[in-house]
C-alpha cells in the first residue's frame, strides 16, 4: 500500500488526485472543441439490459450544439453510423439530447431548468431504472424515455459524440459509470 495521500487506495488501478479538493469541480478537464478523450474500450461500458447511471459536471463555453460523452461499439467511442445503438448526452439548439433506447430523445426548449448559460456548472445524470432511462439536470428531470435496449457497446468517449463536429467546449469533472445501480 502506498503511504503518499494523492493515491486512493481503493480506486482502480490506484489512481494519483489532488487529495486537497477545495471543491468538487477540482480537477475538471477542459475540452477545447478540438479533441477528444477516447478512454478505451471496456466491458464495464457494456451495460446491457440492465440498470445504470452516467454522471458528471460540466460546463459550457457557448450554447452551441455539442456533445458530453457517448459509448459505442467504435473504437475511439464516436459513432455516427447506427448511432441510435449508443448511448450518448449531449446539447442542441436549447435543448439537451440523449441518445438512449435505441433512438433521439430531446428534451424541452428551452429546458426545464431553463436555458444553459456559459461557464455555469451543471450536474447531469443519466439513469435507467427498470426499464426507464432518464436525464437529471442539477436533480430535475429533464428527459424520460421507455429504454429496454440491450446497449453492447465497450468504447467510451469523453467530450464529444457523433463525431468530430460534436466535440465539447468547456469543462467535465467527476465522470463515473455505474454499472449495475440506478
Given at each position: 500500500?502506498?503511504?503518499n495521500?494523492?493515491?486512493?487506495?481503493?480506486?482502480?488501478?490506484?489512481?494519483?488526485?489532488?487529495?486537497?479538493?477545495?471543491?468538487?469541480?477540482?480537477?475538471?478537464?477542459?475540452?477545447?472543441?478540438?479533441?477528444?478523450?477516447?478512454?478505451?474500450?471496456?466491458?464495464?461500458f457494456?451495460?446491457?439490459?440492465?440498470?445504470?447511471?452516467?454522471?458528471?459536471?460540466?460546463?459550457?463555453?457557448?450554447?452551441?450544439?455539442?456533445?458530453?460523452?457517448?459509448?459505442?461499439?467504435?473504437?475511439?467511442?464516436?459513432?455516427?453510423?447506427?448511432?441510435?445503438?449508443?448511448?450518448?448526452?449531449?446539447?442542441?439548439?436549447?435543448?439537451?439530447?440523449?441518445?438512449?433506447?435505441?433512438?433521439?430523445?430531446?428534451?424541452?426548449?428551452?429546458?426545464?431548468?431553463?436555458?444553459?448559460?456559459?461557464?455555469?456548472?451543471?450536474?447531469?445524470?443519466?439513469?435507467?431504472?427498470?426499464?426507464?432511462?432518464?436525464?437529471?439536470?442539477?436533480?430535475?428531470?429533464?428527459?424520460?424515455?421507455?429504454?429496454?435496449?440491450?446497449?453492447?457497446?465497450?468504447?467510451?468517449?469523453?467530450?464529444?459524440?457523433?463525431?468530430?463536429?460534436?466535440?465539447?467546449?468547456?469543462?467535465?469533472?467527476?465522470?463515473?459509470?455505474?454499472?449495475?445501480?440506478?
Open positions: 500500500a502506498s503511504s495521500p494523492d493515491i486512493v487506495l481503493d480506486s482502480p488501478s490506484g489512481v494519483a488526485i489532488k487529495s486537497k479538493l477545495t471543491k468538487i469541480t477540482d480537477g475538471s478537464v477542459y475540452f477545447d472543441g478540438t479533441g477528444d478523450l477516447n478512454v478505451g474500450s471496456s466491458s464495464d457494456t451495460m446491457g439490459t440492465g440498470d445504470f447511471t452516467v454522471e458528471c459536471f460540466i460546463t459550457k463555453d457557448d450554447t452551441s450544439h455539442r456533445g458530453i460523452w457517448q459509448i459505442s461499439s467504435t473504437a475511439g467511442g464516436l459513432q455516427e453510423t447506427n448511432y441510435t445503438q449508443t448511448l450518448a448526452l449531449g446539447y442542441q439548439s436549447n435543448r439537451w439530447q440523449l441518445y438512449a433506447g435505441g433512438g433521439q430523445v430531446d428534451g424541452a426548449s428551452p429546458p426545464t431548468n431553463g436555458s444553459v448559460a456559459p461557464r455555469k456548472w451543471y450536474h447531469l445524470a443519466v439513469v435507467r431504472n427498470s426499464g426507464t432511462t432518464k436525464l437529471y439536470v442539477d436533480g430535475r428531470q429533464e428527459i424520460s424515455t421507455s429504454d429496454t435496449y440491450n446497449y453492447t457497446g465497450t468504447y467510451m468517449a469523453l467530450g464529444g459524440y457523433y463525431n468530430t463536429s460534436y466535440l465539447h467546449l468547456g469543462n467535465i469533472s467527476n465522470l463515473r459509470v455505474i454499472k449495475g445501480t440506478a
